[in-house]
């Protein structure tokens, strides 16, 4: 990950619109934050949400609140609490996340 063209600034997320997605089951809003090619994001996963796709790409995320399961394509599954973070390389392992009581996730990519 190059980060350039990024001036200091300040992010009040209170502030920011947030856009809605759809899971399989549940939802996600998301928060986000473009600086040339890094996407920041805030995102609120619902209860019962289930991710509709396997995601390839790459992410640096902190689970904030709540408790999410993301399972890997080979099977493995990794719970993470609040404190808890995992960081995957783009097309490295295919992953989907789900949560039962829901989420609140700090996610960079």
Not at 13 to 21: C, D, F, G, K, Y
Not at 33 to 49: T, W
Request: hydrophobic share 40%; proline share 4%; glycine share 8%.
């Amino acid at each position: 990950m190059e980060m350039k063209n990024i001036p200091f600034g300040l992010t009040n997320w209170a502030e920011i619109v947030p856009t809605e997605h759809k899971g399989e089951t549940g939802m996600a809003l998301w928060y986000t934050q473009q600086f040339d090619n890094i996407r920041v994001r805030m995102v609120e996963y619902s209860a019962g949400y289930f991710a509709n796709h396997w995601c390839e790409k790459g992410h640096i995320l902190l689970c904030l609140e709540g408790e999410l399961h993301t399972e890997l394509a080979d099977g493995r599954e990794f719970v993470l609490t609040p404190g808890v973070s995992y960081q995957v390389a783009d097309h490295a392992e295919p992953h989907r996340s789900r949560t039962k009581t829901g989420a609140k996730l700090f996610i960079v990519d």
